[in-house]
């Protein structure tokens, strides 16, 4: 980016001014919602920016969706809280298993339901801990198609969800 003469009469509204009230830095690190041509007026609603709430669709893939799944609070089923954006993670389902509580079994199964799934954010919320304030996740958004999306939300009706980190 840089800043160039233009004809007031013909800027935008919504153009980025030298004289406005951010300059070219406030931009650092906005995403593109849509291209501009070389010389173009940098308008303010094609840029998103890190901090706005549009952000997270901006950074998602086309044809990709943003899945929320519950996660507990003391990370005992999210690799003992170490899971963190951008990490890649398998996301695996515990449920009851009334075929093998009958033979008699713990009646408990695991099963592997998807693989290298990108962790997109961990939901935040600060509590109170003996006078500390303490992060907590209780939700992992996850990166995946809309078959996955479909396959999460009914996994979360029918058992517990765990997330495994994958290594780098």
Known sequence: LR??????????????????????????????????LVGEPIRQEKLVRANSNAFMSAI?????????ISIDT???????GFIL?????????????DEAAKGGGEGQST????????????????QDKDGEKVVTGE????????SQAEMLAL???TGQLSLALRSL
């Open 60 to 68: 998602l893939p086309p044809g990709m969706r943003a899945v929320a």
């Open 155 to 157: 996994a979360q009706k």
């Open 3 to 36: 800043w160039q003469p233009w004809p007031s009469d013909y800027l935008p509204a919504g153009s980025v001014t030298r004289g406005g009230k951010e300059g070219l830095g406030d931009f650092a690190g906005a995403i593109v919602r849509s291209g501009f």
């Open 74 to 80: 003391r990370g005992s089923n999210t690799a003992g």
């Open 111 to 126: 099963e592997t339901l998807l693989q290298n799934i990108r962790i997109l954010a961990i939901g935040q919320n600060v």
């Open 85 to 97: 954006p951008n990490d890649r993670v398998d996301i695996m389902k515990t449920y009851r298993d």
């Open 139 to 146: 939700t992992a958004t996850l990166e995946v198609t809309p």
